[in-house]
């Protein structure tokens, strides 16, 4: 059972906070300051023991017709042609709750893989209510880059104290790590919409060590060096296996748009270079290779399970020693932890594993759904763009922020409930590939963030097809030229060891009947 979590819009921000905006209340005549800061300091239970029990007392309806379909009026929308193919208007949500999504057939589906990776408490998770008490007290969403909210300049700092290990509170640990002018101490925050513009705002950074981005900035510490990415590879080595979002450049790093990025390495401006999977010999053979001639190596940008590609999980000690060369090598470490961030009780997963990156982007998860809201973490070291050189205008919005608040402190303070069913899963997951030795290949990921690996791609779709019969949520990438065969699943953290236990059953049932 998670531990009830309380809190009111004061008590998550500041009750001197609560006090100014309920006097913008009563001055635009919309409440009472009176009734304002009622509002503000009635708490919310985040995930309410009724809730939890809800969620367990509908794993039967599964796959079941709870309400009559929907009959579709004809609207088909206007989407292009590769979306049209795609779509599965049975499975679109007619209302969704907790754990479980209403399809438009009138069947319930269970999130398997949290949505697109990004409901990581469910759907209409009582404590986003905390959103809905802003709105009625007038707190904006839309601010501008020039006039960031107290809402937005608080979440900055409690991101801070989660990717350094403090507390929230700790006021006088966390100043000492925000005036830090260390390598690796990450320090600075740039709020963005999508996790593809972060990361290239990362790559932007990279860049401007090589080139200038505009006429006036210092000179490039490497200017006239050609820039090496590296990237993970695939499994036969190629660089297909990495994900780090869809703007071009990013997409030339995973194998898109090959013309341009062999024009570009072929003129100097820049190269990608794919490192295998937990090989460091070969990682240090290549760190060594583009740090010389006119060759530098400008970033090295990893996920830790990748999950679009099979749910690969890269080593600890793997990556332990690859940081350590690239430190020697004044490289900067990007870990993209899109997938990962809020899925683990330390909220990043890099701090699990030991690692000091210099930049950590970070979203989905966080906003739990609730906004397209990313950010990108850095350093002193790397705070060497200006203003526009990565902002978007709707970057700043307060109430994202507050989304970032809510979903933090809950799973900050439920960290050994979330321990307990991660294990469950990934060790229910294990033993289904001791029991089916002959179907399965390996389980890979780590704890919610998990995928069962088959002999072939054709019998990890036949499984992936038999679950979504079942109505829950699984994927297998098979868009790609040298797909693992892998099925992906990622449940959501509000998960309880009833839901974790009827997935394993399900699974195991539908291996078995194969």
């Known amino acids: 059972m998670f531990k009830p979590v309380k809190y009111s819009l004061s008590g ?12 913008a209340c009563e001055f635009f005549g919309t409440m009472s300051r009176e009734d304002a800061l009622k509002l503000a300091n009635n708490e919310i239970e985040f995930y309410p023991e009724s809730a939890q029990k809800r969620n367990d007392e509908l794993l039967d309806k599964i796959g079941t ?28 949500p007619a209302g969704a709750w907790g754990n479980y999504r209403l399809g438009e057939n009138g069947k319930l589906y269970f999130i398997g893989k949290s949505e697109h990776y990004h409901a990581s408490l469910g759907h209409a998770f009582n404590g986003y209510r905390l959103i809905d008490v802003a709105r009625m007290l007038n707190i904006p969403n839309a601010t501008h880059n020039n006039t960031r909210g107290y809402i937005t300049r608080l979440h900055e700092r409690r991101i801070i104290e989660a990717a350094n290990g403090i507390a929230p509170g700790n006021d006088a640990e966390t100043e000492k790590i925000l005036a830090s002018k260390e390598p690796r101490v990450l320090n600075r925050v740039i709020n963005l919409e999508t996790g593809s513009l972060a990361v290239e ?14 006429p006036e900035m210092p000179a490039p510490k490497y200017a006239g060096k050609t820039p090496v990415f590296f990237i993970m590879a695939d499994k036969a080595g190629g660089i297909t296996g ?15 748009w090959g013309d341009f990025r062999e024009k570009a390495d072929n003129d100097g401006m820049w ?15 290549k760190i060594k290779k583009y740090n010389s001639g006119n060759y530098k190596t400008a970033g090295f940008l990893h996920e830790i399970i990748m999950m679009n590609y099979g749910g690969v999980k890269l080593n600890k000690e793997f990556l332990q020693k690859a940081y350590d060369l690239c430190h020697a090598n004044d490289t900067p470490c990007l870990v993209d932890e899109i997938q990962t961030g809020m899925w683990y009780d330390t909220v990043f997963l890099f701090r699990k594993y030991g690692l000091n990156p210099d930049f950590a982007v970070i979203g989905k998860g966080f906003p739990g759904g609730e906004f397209p809201a990313s950010r990108i973490i850095t350093t002193a070291e790397y705070d060497n763009l ?3 050189g990565a902002l978007v205008t709707n970057g700043q919005e307060e109430l994202a922020a507050l989304s970032y608040l809510v979903t933090m402190r809950f799973v900050q303070e439920n960290g050994e409930e979330l321990n307990k069913v991660s ?26 963030l998990a995928s069962l690996h088959f002999h072939t791609v054709n019998e990890a779709a036949d499984f992936t097809a038999k679950l979504h019969e079942a109505c829950i949520d699984a994927s297998a990438q098979l868009y790609k030229p040298d797909c693992v065969p892998g099925v992906l699943f990622k449940p959501p953290v509000t998960s309880t060891e009833a839901t974790i236990k009827y997935l394993i059953d399900k699974l195991d049932s539908i291996l078995a009947a194969d």
């Open 12 to 23: 998550i921000t500041s009750p001197e906070y609560v006090k100014t905006v309920a006097d």
């Open 65 to 92: 017709t709870v309400m009559p379909a929907f009959e579709n009026d004809g609207n088909d929308g206007a989407p292009t042609d590769s979306f049209r193919k795609a779509e599965d208007k049975n499975a679109s």
């Open 201 to 214: 705002a990362g790559v932007k950074m990279m860049l401007a060590r090589f080139y200038h981005l505009s």
């Open 242 to 256: 990495n994900y780090h979002g869809t703007t071009v450049l990013t997409q030339t790093f995973r194998g898109l």
């Open 271 to 285: 190269k990608v270079v794919s490192v295998r999977i937990n090989d460091i010999a070969d990682f240090e053979e």
């Open 386 to 388: 200006n203003q526009f």
């Open 423 to 448: 294990d469950m899963f990934e060790n229910g997951l294990r033993g289904l590939l001791k029991k089916y030795p002959k179907k399965l290949v390996a389980v890979e990921g780590m704890g919610l």
